[in-house]
């Protein structure tokens, strides 16, 4: 039978780590790692929103995604010397922020903005997924700051939790959690997000060179979602110690 | 019963045409019409590759769309004057090269590029979708002209027909080929990229600020499929008339 | 005796059309023809007027000239991609805009501004002329919409017409109107925008890699004169027509 | 009877300064003063050509126009900063080079370019026609130096001398080489570039926010002519003295 | 007596520490630690050299410096999303790479290329000298992963070992290695590198507001080294355990 | 004995010149002559300061740097054309600004600022010690102006001289006043900016592939101490003839 080269069943999560209170100044800041992937997801509160948004009593949610140069086994050469962001950047950017502004109410927010960004350390496939899942707990904790600093018009903004996994299909074979040997060489490719209640947020499936049947992706989403529920329960484990830095006290 | 403003059944596609020969000089010109929403389409050839593909005797398409600045309801910003490329033209531009690479044999084309424009003349809503689904008559247009220039290694480079549609869940009714009027208020957007065949090129659904059950998506993909299922044959009954323009003579 | 490739008499327009209503977004929207260069017309109307100019009571008007990728016989560079304007591009938009603005009162806009916005979609020389003389036929349905509207302080802002022709010396002889193939070999190329009084609005005359007698000028201008008498004739007839669209209901 | 603010004639040229040898690091570089405007300009030789003219065993000629921040009345921002070149400066720095290369015969330089830079270190009107006045007697110098260093294919490469005036419509009257002061009340302004045979390279009239009958445009020409000759013989004798700097050893 | 926010002595050093392997692409990648200032320093070997340097037979190293958004107190914003590199990193860059070119000999690398990344995760004052002093070590590894690889002229490319702390006048008082507290309320600043022998590789010292007597740069002087002792020292310990990773088997 | 190529004594200063007035427009206008660098500075006025500011009553000083592109012996690139600034601009530019801010009370400004520009005409050497040397007796200039004005709150707010100087260790000795030949070669480079009290504003010395002992910082912070005396006393004859212009009549 043939087996994948980290020994785990087509169906299994690689070892998922959740890293609370990473770094200080942000209000959330999580490092998060799926096997030898490992990111960096951080939610800082600023005052204010958009100028397309002022005076709407609502907040906002942005999220910006990035490669260090070295994370890759290639370096690859950083935006900000190229003056311009890539396509996959863009794109991955703005599947983050959409996916996280499914569970949060942003009336709940007041005129206040959270800033997620996801800086990939290291890359070994699914940063995407990773990066999602991650900021999710990084939001999660900057919800309680913002709680404790009398921000919140409504004590609890959080309406779901957020997970996302990606599948694919890989020697013929409906596979969980590709790493980079798989990934660069699946026949289709396909990034799930959903939440804790099995709702889907996002649905991304890709034939790679190949095109797919009705029943693969049936298949796909089977594998996706029972992963999705275990990466719910380690996100709601790691959100169960207390906040991880010092709680401002109330201001408002 | 509650029915669509523009008084179509749920399940029903907004009238469909392909200009063919839109333009003469690029080897595939196309305007295609989905309702009141209008892209220009086009195939052009050029001789070599991308620098990171010489020497391996393969071909290379890539694609970029774009939207006029007057196409949509209000102006819109040129983004050759904002001097940056934003997020969401970006992720369409990947999504129509990926989706058209799906149905080429890039091997047949030698070392020469196909290069699809897909500019906006008039938007109302499925825009991406219509771009893929006129890119690919143009696509078979500029194939008859490489072949009639004695450019192909193969002489049937298509191994399929692409073509794409949205659906969404609007009023709590899953409909298809939704306008701008439909698109700005659904609570689902989906858009599938399918072959003739039936299976599937790519699927991107997406809950905005809301999420959806797995029945919805199963039921958004029932209708999308069969959708493009009456795509296709537009696309077929379009290509069956001979080239729009002056073929060149074989050089090879 | 020497004639041209496509038979017209040296002094001979190409056929010129235009399509009044080619989109429905606009205020005014209108494709010109002449002869196979093809270059849709837009003229949008947004409230507010740029920041250097608020408060003055004026309006204004600002154009923008862009050439589609595939719209040259070669696939040109989209510029957006590039991350920025040609001087070429630059040179044009500012030529449209200038001669524009003189054939209308800014007073009576209010603060509102006109933005033309010119993207050829099929070149064959002269694509600027015809965006000069496509232009004001938008902006005169445009002007239409605003009257319609309420938001105009002078029921007829425009003081007189605006077209504009090429000429210039090919094969030792003056032509008018040349196209791509004329073009590409002229010795002396001119552009002339004028007004329906026959009066100047802008001279533009160059020898390419070559100087040419003023009586040479003196000639070309002969041409362009009368030449633009008949696109005048064009656009009057042109504009005879009802608003092509649904005019709004008066708000001031 | 009106008179000019600085006491000249309508048809009087201000005093013309040419300072050749004003750098020492270019082949030509020359101080060029109309009145106030003052213009450093360079011209430069490098081996070599842009890469879509390699191997064609002609040379080529590139010009840029820039303006110093601190030039004009107002400090204007540096285009370096802004990270982005004005419509303005790339019209004019285009300007510049077509002129220039219709006096030189591009096969004689070989594969060598000669970059030519005109930079405004005070502006007061007529700074680009100062420019390509000022240019010529710097590439004069450069070609000096060219044949100097053998490198030359035939060596007088010079087929004509190039000045360049600007004349308008002020206060009703015809004006040649208008100051600041005029220039930005002027009712029409026309820059003409000519060579010492009397023959044009270059005419561009503008109305400005008016129209000008043809009689305007004629009388205009009569003034640049015979305005552009006095400047002919203003560059002929400042060339008459020998060349400023170190000539370098014949190396071909 | 007055005494530092955290109790240190003005003379001593925040806790340091270096983690090297921190990831494992890059040839090395060390987290290097001053107090709470945290700095991912990575060094990447790529085949080539730029352009510039082809042919010769010598290496290069180049140095990349940048801040992650959510480093600092306030959230800043990303270079890349600005679309340029602003002042302060190029500055930082442009030194990282000067220092550690001071210690390593270019002929012995052949013609390959080391490329620094430094990527400050948390910032807390000194983030350019903990950069320097972490990306001496993260050099350290990828020579010797280079020597395994067989791809070194010379066995011992680096000449000296390379270090660099902050030091300055607060509150009158002449202080080492200076947390943000005190950097941002500091009346002299100045940063110094040097080696293990002692010697100097860059200093730099500015007066922040206000101007300071030689006798001031003295102390800040032997301040400075006797510091920069105990950092080589504490580099020379984390550089005694064994290379972090997989050494590559010789290939040459 | 070596001697140096231009016959100077180690400790030596090139011919140094300053021309107030050299240009009409700005408040202060220097050119400033280091031997054959020459450098244009200008200090212009403008109302308000950067919106980061406003509010505070204070005032402030920016400066850019730029080469002219014919100002090295080989033309270099003109950054406005390459759309980007390049490191060592940014840091020339940065290192004007902060050393000119040390000499200036900024709340005497009121809400003003002081743009400085230096803009390089010819390089060779010293450029940014010419730069900040020049821009200060510009800067003289502009604070006459404003005080004339009557736009300060303070009569005097400069409260000491500014002056700078590049100091080397070339062919083993230390050398003042470096020129292009010596700077090309030295082992070690410094740039000290001092004040006419003595006290130091910035010192920032770089070994060049090398390193240095400190007694090689002293010998060099010597020489170079000397050095910037005369500077001084060159800047005080300079500023000691009246104002070189027409001074405004008080506003205030």
């Known amino acids: ?39 960096m997801c951080t939610a800082s509160v ?19 995604y990035s490669m260090l140069p070295a994370a890759t086994h290639e370096r690859n050469k950083r935006e900000s ?6 396509g996959r950047t863009h794109e991955i950017s703005r599947l983050v922020g959409r996916s996280l502004r499914a569970c949060i109410d942003l009336a709940a927010l007041g005129e206040n903005t959270v800033a997620i960004d996801c800086d990939v350390l290291q890359a070994d496939g699914g940063t995407r997924t990773a990066a999602i899942t991650g900021a999710y707990v990084a939001l999660a904790d900057a919800v309680t700051w913002l709680g404790a600093a009398g921000k919140l018009n409504d004590p609890q903004p959080l309406s ?55 029943r693969t992706l049936d298949a796909m989403l089977d594998v996706a979602t029972a992963g999705i529920e275990q990466l719910v329960e380690a996100q709601r484990e790691a959100l169960a110690a207390p906040y991880p830095g010092v709680l401002p006290a109330a201001s408002k």
């Not at 998922?16 to 030898?36: C, D, M, Q, W, Y």
């Not at 804790?196 to 190949?210: I, S, W, Y």
Request: with cysteine; charged share 25%.
């Open 1 to 39: 039978m043939s087996t994948r080269e980290d020994g785990r069943a087509d169906n299994e999560l690689r070892p998922i780590k959740f890293t609370r209170g990473f770094t200080s100044h942000p209000a959330g800041s999580v490092l998060v790692e799926f096997g030898n992937t490992r990111v």
């Open 46 to 64: 600023t005052e204010g929103v958009p100028s397309w948004r002022r005076g709407s009593g609502l907040g906002w949610l942005t999220a910006e």
């Open 160 to 214: 779901c939790v957020i997970a996302a996994i990606s599948v694919g299909v890989v020697d013929g074979r409906v596979r969980l959690d590709l790493p980079y040997e798989e990934d660069s060489r699946a026949e289709v490719d396909m990034n799930v997000v959903a939440t804790d209640a099995g709702t889907l947020v996002e649905v991304q499936g890709t034939g790679e060179g190949a095109t797919f049947p009705r």
């Open 81 to 86: 010397v190229r003056g311009k962001i890539g």
